[in-house]
C-alpha cells in the first residue's frame, strides 16, 4: 500500500481510480454506481449523495455496476452487513471496485454468520479496498461456527486492498481457510488479518495457480492446526513469478515450525519478509522455497525474541 509522502496517509492508485482521504479521483468512463448504508437514508448523510444512489446492501449497490467500465460502490461509514450465505454478492460484474470508507469503530464491517457463506471475487478485474470482515461471526457471540471458506478470489486481476480481517475467535469461532486465491495477475496489498491463538485454521491465504501475484506490505498473526503449515501457504499447482514484500507473518500455533508454507514449482522473489514461528530448534519460517530467491527475510523462532538475519528457507 504506498503512503502519500505529505501526510503518510494511504493512497491507493488502482482500477478504482485514485483514493486519498480526502476523496476518490475516478479515471475516465468510470462511475459511482451506488453508495450504501445499513440504514438507508438519514439526515447524517450529506446532501452531496445521490439518494437515488443510495442502496442498503453492496450486493444491491452491485446491481447498478455496468460490466467493464471502472465502476464503484462506495460502503459508507458506518455500515454493517451479515455475511450469511454462499456468493452473498452474486450480482458482481467484472471490472468493479468496492470501496470501504472509514477508520477505526467506522469502518464498513462485513460479519459471516453461516458456514457456507462465501464473497466471491469471480469475474476479472475486481477490487475490494477497505473494510472490515468478521470471517469467523461476531465476536461477541458465542455460538459455534466453522467458516469453511469465507473470501474466494477465482479470477484474473482481482485485488483486496488495505482490508482488515478477523479470522478467529475462539475454539469454536474458527475458520477452515479465510482467503484463497485461484487465479492469476492478483493484487493483496496492505491487508492486516488476525486469528486468536486458540481459534486454529487450516491457513488463512491460501494460494493455488496464483501465477504473477503480487503481496505486499501485509500482515498475518494466527495459529495454524499444524505445525508444520504456515498462515500463507502455496499448494496443489504451484504459482509462478511471484512478488512478496514486506510480508510478516506469525504462526502462534505451540511449536510452530513455519510460518509460510511453499511447494516445488513456486517461482519469484520474497523482500523483507519477517517470519515468526514457536520451535526454538529451527529457523525455517518459510519451507519448501521451489525456486524462489530471498532478500533481506529474517525469522524469530521463539516469543520474545528478536529475529536474526538468517536463511529463512529449507537447507
Known sequence: ?????????????????????????????????????????????????????????VNAGLAKCRAN?????????GHAETINAADKWSNLV??????????????????????????????????????????????????ALTVAAGITVSADG?????????????????????????SDDCVIEGIRAFGATAAECTTFLRLTGADRLRLLDCIVIGATSSTTVGVVQFLTTAS???????????NNKAASVHAATGMAGLTGMCSWGHFGVLDNATLTGFVTEGSMQFFECRTANLAGEAAGLKTIVSV
Open 158 to 182: 482481482c485485488g483486496l486492498h488495505g482490508c482488515l480481517y478477523d479470522f478467529g475467535i475462539d475454539a469454536d469461532q474458527i475458520v477452515t481457510l479465510g482467503v484463497v486465491v485461484t
Open 94 to 143: 467484472a471490472g468493479t471496485n468496492i470501496v470501504c470508507i472509514g477508520e477505526g469503530t467506522d469502518r464498513p464491517k462485513f460479519t459471516w454468520s453461516a458456514a457456507t457463506a462465501t464473497v466471491l471475487l469471480d469475474v476479472a478485474n475486481c477490487h475490494i479496498y477497505g473494510g472490515k470482515f468478521e470471517l469467523a461471526g461476531d465476536p461477541t457471540s458465542t455460538t
Open 240 to 250: 509462478t513469478q511471484v512478488e512478496i514484500v514486506g510480508l510478516r507473518c506469525q
Open 1 to 57: 500500500m504506498p503512503l502519500n509522502p505529505a501526510n503518510k496517509a494511504p493512497l491507493f492508485v488502482g482500477g478504482s481510480g485514485v483514493r486519498t482521504p480526502f476523496g476518490l479521483h475516478l479515471p475516465p468512463g468510470a462511475r459511482v454506481a451506488a453508495y450504501v448504508h445499513a440504514s438507508g437514508w438519514d439526515a447524517t448523510l450529506d446532501e452531496s449523495i445521490d439518494a437515488s444512489k443510495l442502496v442498503q446492501t
Open 69 to 77: 467500465r471502472g465502476d464503484v460502490v462506495m460502503v459508507l461509514p
